[in-house]
């Protein structure tokens, strides 16, 4: 096994080597069958990297403790859910993962795209296929996963007990597969710059594959702050992290570059900012995964440090002044073709949106490296935490709420003074009057009374937006308000799948507003018979239990509330890592609040336990407002009916442009 899939890998890497080189060549010098060799080479190299990922996990499956990886991260006692997810727990398998997926996504591209965009393609697929090479070249001549040990061992070391859960089968892959797929969209902004062909072909080429890492990454985010909630026992679910800051920031500038893309589209702007903004995106995701990799900086969710840190920084730093030379090179054929008018007007409010954007991933960005630059200068890391990230960014996500608001209710061009009230008045009141009840009901808050009245604020014109759209598709087609209410997302699904998004995240806001201000914690001594209050639930304490199977023992917990039933938190010590015990978290959810309980220590007569209690208002709906944000996601990048593709091909280089004449916004539904 050791011997096949090192040969394997070794083999893909030749093969990516040289599809890189015959693509460089053939599309330079314009020879049709080098550049179908550097495809065909691309489509064999995926198949070798399936076959060295599928050889992997087998090995795993099969207890193969030949292998130094297999023996580190797995044992015999393990569940063989968590002994395939042991596959991308570590360093090299979570790089093999990282190259299984991106030469799957790479072939989608090829499969997909190849006739449709013949001009660009043999330049997207240099691009793909010398992300590859690097990739490979690691696991076949650096880190290898099929490296052997040289003695024999009967049983290996297992999973890490806090990755022993069942999130570990979701978050890590899909957060790893959001990293990667930012290398899609960085493709095809190369190979634009690098052919010339800048106009709008490649936007709509990048659109759907943008979508995607947006909703795959965002996915990643929602299951780590659920992992984090459920497992880690701090009453939290997001806690400034390096890594998860490192995760956060690719998103954000894909988010950026989704609403900056409208207005290239639209007036032909933002030419420059837009294929910088995906270039961000896909540079954060390397810096991330160097985070992750390098030891730089200390993150419960980072790997120890390896040699592989170097490999990384130097590859970024590539990555980096290429696309930094090639943005410079096409200056000349990247001008606007139409600017600003007024900042009354709506791509005045994307663009106000994506300095907010940018504004986020500057301050985490600095926040996050800080302990670097403190080191390098004072010798010292000095951490910053999550006070400093809550009250710079605070602000910033408030106002970004407030574009939300802004943006679909603003014109193209320029918005009179009578459009802009008409549109906003019966908006702006729902939101004062959020404010006045708020108050009146005894929120004193300010933080959290401004935030909520914000995002009632976007609500009232979300609602505004689907009012007027299902009144003007009732008009057109006779159908009923909830068939009209439907076809808004059958055949405007661009547009209400974004608001789909939008009010998803007004959802996820309101919950984390809630949860941050209003959270309530205790952590109290019980000795047995004697209960304890926290909000509006009373626990007693009835006392300890134990359970054992063969990796741990468990001591549960037994806590009778005044309604009669119970919950039983725990604590679980590991056979092989007795310094390392687990929390059995129980959480009771209700859609107004969460009662999070966590045991933790017991005195040796198992009289008395301590435990930490929280409150935790609204966290229920935090779930259903990624969930939506993911469902708006999906909505967004649906095909659209075959009619309007055609139409889309027949006018390839721009959207047609509005009269200029004001109109209602919801008239074009």
């Not at 061992?153 to 859960?165: A, R």
């Not at 710059?193 to 709509?204: E, H, K, N, P, V």
């Not at 007036?267 to 896909?282: C, D, P, S």
């Not at 309604?563 to 007795?578: E, L, Q, T």
């Amino acid at each position: 096994m050791a011997a096949f899939g090192s040969l394997t890998l070794v083999t893909a890497f030749v093969l990516a080597l040289y599809g890189f080189i015959a693509a460089a060549i053939g599309a330079r010098k314009q020879l049709p069958d080098l550049v179908r060799s550097a495809r065909n080479a691309l489509l064999a190299m995926t198949g070798l990297v399936v076959l060295a990922s599928l050889a992997l996990v087998a090995a795993f499956l099969t207890h193969d403790f030949e292998l130094s990886y297999v023996a580190e991260h797995s044992s015999r006692q393990m569940p063989p859910a968590y002994v395939i997810a042991a596959f991308y727990s570590g360093q090299q398998g979570s790089l093999v993962y990282w190259c299984l997926t991106l030469s799957i996504f790479s072939s989608l591209v090829v499969l997909l795209s190849w006739r449709h965009n013949r001009e660009l393609m043999p330049y997207v697929v240099g691009v793909l296929l010398a992300m590859q090479s690097f990739f490979l070249f690691l696991l076949a001549f650096v880190q290898s996963p099929f490296i052997t040990l040289p003695f024999h061992v009967d049983d290996g070391n297992g999973l890490n007990p806090v990755l022993q859960d069942k999130g570990m089968l979701v978050h890590p892959p899909m957060m790893l597969m959001g990293y990667m797929s930012w290398s899609i969209p960085f493709a095809f902004a190369i190979a634009a710059l690098i052919s010339g062909r800048l106009d709008t072909q490649w936007l709509r080429s990048v659109r759907r594959w943008t979508l995607a890492a947006f909703g795959i990454q965002g996915i990643g985010l929602l299951l780590g702050a659920w992992w984090a909630y459920h497992v880690l026992g701090w009453g939290g679910y997001w806690g400034w992290d390096p890594v998860e800051n490192a995760a956060f920031m690719p998103w954000l500038a894909g988010t950026a570059f989704l609403h900056s893309v409208m207005v290239q589209e639209r007036r032909g702007m933002l030419k420059v900012w837009n294929l910088t903004l995906i270039m961000l995106a896909y540079l954060l995701a390397i810096f991330g995964t160097f985070i992750v990799r390098s030891g730089v900086l200390n993150s419960v969710h980072a790997f120890a440090q390896s040699s592989i840190g170097p490999f990384f920084f130097g590859w970024l730093a590539l990555a980096i002044g290429v696309s930094a030379g090639l943005l410079v090179w096409r200056l000349p054929k990247l001008r606007g073709e139409s600017e600003f008018e007024t900042l009354a007007s709506r791509e005045a409010s994307f663009l106000f949106n994506n300095w907010l954007l940018i504004g986020c991933i500057v301050a985490i960005f600095s926040g996050t490296i800080f302990p670097v630059i403190s080191e390098a200068l004072r010798g010292e890391q000095i951490t910053v935490g999550p006070p400093f990230f809550g009250a710079v960014n605070g602000p910033i996500f408030l106002a970004l709420m407030a574009t939300m608001g802004l943006g679909p209710l603003l014109p193209w061009r320029r918005a009179s003074r009578s459009v802009f009230w008409r549109n906003f008045a019966k908006p702006l009141t729902a939101g004062a009057a959020t404010v006045v009840i708020l108050v009146a009901i005894g929120l004193r808050n300010p933080g959290a009374v401004l935030g909520w009245a914000v995002c009632v604020f976007v609500l009232a014109t979300l609602a505004f937006e689907f009012y007027r759209g299902t009144i003007s598709r009732r008009r057109v087609t006779g159908k009923t308000t909830l068939g009209a209410f439907a076809d808004l997302f059958a055949h405007h699904n661009r547009r209400y799948g974004g608001y789909l998004v939008h009010f998803g995240l007004v959802v996820f806001v309101i919950a984390v507003i809630g949860s941050q201000f209003y959270q309530v914690q205790r952590q109290v001594t019980l000795e047995r018979g004697q209960t304890a209050t926290i909000g509006r639930y009373t626990l007693t304490f009835d006392g300890l239990s134990q359970a054992a199977d063969a990796e741990k023992k468990t001591t549960f917990a037994t806590l009778t509330l005044a309604d009669g039933s119970a919950v039983h938190p725990g604590k679980s010590v590991w056979n092989r890592d007795s310094s390392n015990p687990t929390s059995d978290i129980v959480i009771r959810s209700t859609p107004l609040e969460d009662l999070y309980v966590v045991l933790g220590d017991w005195t040796p007569d198992q009289s008395a336990a301590t435990f930490l209690l929280f409150v935790n208002p609204v966290v229920f709906w935090l779930w259903i407002g990624g969930a939506l944000v993911i469902a708006g996601t999906v909505v967004t990048a649906w095909p659209h009916p075959q009619p309007r593709r055609a139409a889309a091909a027949a006018h390839p280089n721009r959207l047609s442009e509005r009269p200029a004449q004001q109109q209602p916004v919801g008239a074009q539904a």
